[in-house]
């Protein structure tokens, strides 16, 4: 708290001083404080002021941008009357008198400007105590004399804390509708905040923000200022803004912290400028969807896109009737989420990513995967096929490797330069750790691997040092809370309630059965609980046997209405049973639907029947689907002369949908913010920032077996 406090007031400070008329200035090599000083006729220690985090010792870096407070001339030169005379005096003061020298011998190849940049003074610090240098070239051997200027002191101003307050975060809130309320970009509630995490929009419910207080205004009794998209033209300065506005242009940077951040009123910047006071109503994500109007959109294209007339926008959105302008927040019934790409309440524009990529990002990948090279002998072909085929680490790894070669290919036909590094973990932790001493982790955009918990924590805890992103190539593990783990299979927890969300769209008086073995009461209890009126049937489990009582399961049956049986267990006999005697069921009178929550490797077993499957019209949730015979499925028979399994389809998609976002935005944690629901040929991928534990894959399917095929059950029949 204490630091939240120390960082909130610098940067009220900073704030204070944006309010005079700056202007930004990109550092050239050789530069000094004091020569800028001078360019701009303002003191050094103005500069230093502006500038909180430099120091009168550093040694300025190229292109570093520095605040310059071109009314600190003014301000702080009592003794003038006029602008002319004032910045007459500041340039005096610039001339700094050292503390005393010290003696340089100019080496072989040095120059002035290395010597200057050396010390931190200017080539004109060292002419005016070394005069020779004004009618003589600088040669090796020359004694110099180096000025030792006194540090400037840099002075504590007071910040008037009335100007903000504290907000506290309500339930369901996001930032966007936070500052909708308060009529700021969501950039400048960033920036008055600092310690918010810029890779995700998530706010805790009672989380303190630092927000502007607005002369007039309050939002506690919901008396707020409305306000208008500006875009700032060529020329403009705070101060012809505000007096064009009628407010102080500290009002301005107010509303706009991101005017100090990035160095001042630029062309072209979308800022808030005060419209007119009126009542509003709560907002937050119970009510409203926000969407953020982009530049170039108009209104034609904007009602297209979000499914709605004009005359509803204008209604919620009022400011509309002053015309559209990039930078807008509007808002709409949350109901329409249903319709549109939705994430933490904030509608995401449809982006096409083999579109939008940029040819000049340079990729860089490492794959982290448990080959077992120690434990195949490729000397001996039939016991090297042998091996491969009896180890699942094997199989797994070498299904998404060559999947992951497809997808390289694929990215290399787009003009995308990709480098990747492989090794071998041996599906050891010692094995891991030696590769991550052997190779830098920052070198990379993106690590996929490895499979072990306990080795991908250890990557991924190095590879958080340097924000590096790590992808995990299956399900969620909860014990792993690292916020810059990618996990791509969705959780089993996910898929069971995208099935019962899916079913409670489709149930009217549907009779729901329950069969769950003794591990899955758990499951049978999360289904009664989401519908009440749902009959449960015991399991008997015998030495040899498992399966239902027959009488006790007819008794439940109905004739009257359809019959959903939701089947939940891990044991192949027990699904083999209960598929067998619900397909004898079915009657003309007796209609039998089969589902379940957790299609695992016992409904995939080969004494289960497919025609079974297909009468009852099984429905399921999936990270997969069925794959046809399309680009990549060809691609990769041409090139290892097989049909790829689901690893290697999973390795291609979960490949070419990385290099794909990183291509488009070099940095995987905003992209994976921007873009929503990304397809190829057998999965999908949807990030969802979690507060701590990083990003889960919240993507996935139903299908449905139907006339001896594996279906997808399509958005709109889920509705």
Known sequence: MRFFIVLSAFLMFTLQLAAQ?????????????????????VTPFNILKANKGL?????????TVLIIPLDAAASDIKTSDTREEAEKEAEELVQR?????????????????????????????????????????????MRLKIPEFPVVEVAEDSINLEDFETYTVLPKETRWSIAHKYGITVDSLINLNPDLPRTTNHLAVGQELM???????????????????????????????????????????????????????????????????????EVNTDNYIFYEVKPKQTIFSLT???????????????????????????????????DLEVKNALI??????????NTDNHLKLIYLLPFRLDKVDFKDRENAKKTISGRNDIKYSLGLYTGAMIALDSIADLGISVDIKTFDTQLSLDKTREILIRENINNYNAVVGPLQPNALKEVAVQAANYDVPVIAPLAAQSEISLANV????????LLR?????????????????VIADEKRQNVAAQIKEKFPLAKLVEVKEEEENISIDLEQFQLQLSEDQENWVFVETDNFKLVSSVSSILNSTITEDISVRMFTTSKNKAFDNDVISSSHLSNLKFTYPSVYREVGSDAFVRRYRRKFGSTPDRYAVRGFDLTFDLLLKLAYRMNLFQASETIGVTEYTGNKFNYAKDLSSGYFNTASYIMMYEDMFIKEVKPQQSK
């Open 21 to 41: 008329e700056t202007v930004t200035h990109a550092v050239q090599e050789g530069e000094t404080i004091y020569s800028i000083a001078r360019k701009y006729r």
């Open 55 to 63: 120091k009168q010792e550093d040694i300025l870096k190229p292109n």
């Open 97 to 141: 008198q050292p503390l005393g020298f010290k003696n340089h011998r100019v080496r072989r190849k040095e120059t002035l400007f290395g010597i200057a940049k050396r010390y931190d003074i200017t080539e004109e610090d060292i002419k005016r105590y070394n005069t020779d240098l004004y009618a003589s070239p600088l040669k090796k051997g």
């Open 211 to 281: 927000l502007p207080k607005i002369a007039g205004t309050s939002v506690d009794s919901l008396t707020v200022q409305l306000y208008e998209s500006y875009t700032v033209p060529p020329k403009k300065t705070l101060y012809s803004l505000g007096r064009e506005y009628g407010i102080p242009s500290s009002d301005i940077v107010k509303l706009n912290p991101e005017i100090v951040e990035q160095g001042g009123l630029k062309e072209g910047m979308v800022i808030r400028l005060p419209k007119k006071t009126l009542k509003t109503e």
């Open 304 to 338: 297209r896109d979000l499914s709605v007339r004009y005359d509803e926008l204008l209604e919620l959105n009022p400011d509309l009737s002053r015309g559209l302008q990039a930078g807008m927040v509007l808002k709409l019934p949350s109901e329409r989420a249903v």
């Open 348 to 357: 995401l524009d449809k982006i096409n990513l083999l579109d939008s990529i």
């Open 486 to 493: 990618f996990f791509s299979i969705p959780a089993d927890s």
């Open 497 to 513: 309630q995208k099935m019962l969300n899916y079913i409670s769209t489709k149930v009217t008086e549907q009779n729901i059965i």
